[in-house]
Each structure stands twice: as structure tokens, then as C-alpha cells.
């Protein structure tokens, strides 16, 4: 049978964590969309839009829970 030296459980577990972190650490984030609003010949007219998004510190510390139980019941598992 052949292992990956990482466990699955543990792979999402760490996944999970480093989410949680990155949740924590950036709790607020902007994206931009550019869109075509008209184009005649080689002339084009575009706007951007920004967007702000709010991760919520229940759902960091959920996601954070969850990968450390993860990454513990993997580690019980390898032993």
C-alpha cells in the first residue's frame, strides 16, 4: 500500500489551518471587475468596479478548529 507522507486528514488539516490564519490576518478584501461598456472600431470604453468582502472571525475560527482537530485525528491515525 503505498502512503503519501502527508495523510489525507492532515493535508485538508493544514489546508484548513493556513485558511483560518490567512482569515485572521486578512479579514477584509477587495476584488475588481472590469467590464466593456461599448466598443466601436479600436475604441473601447471599460469601467472597473470594486467590490469589498468581509470574512467573518467566526468562520477563521471555525475553519482554524476544524484543520487543528484534522491534523490531530491524522496524526492518531498514522500511530
Known sequence: ???SPLG???AVGLLLVVLG???FAVPYFT???KENLAKV???SLQTTESTGHVI???LSASALV???ALVGFGALRRT
Open 1 to 3: 500500500m503505498n502512503k
Open 8 to 10: 489525507g486528514l492532515m
Open 21 to 23: 490564519l490567512a482569515g
Open 31 to 33: 476584488t475588481q471587475h
Open 41 to 43: 472600431g479600436g475604441l
Open 56 to 58: 467573518p472571525p467566526a
Open 66 to 68: 476544524a484543520g487543528l
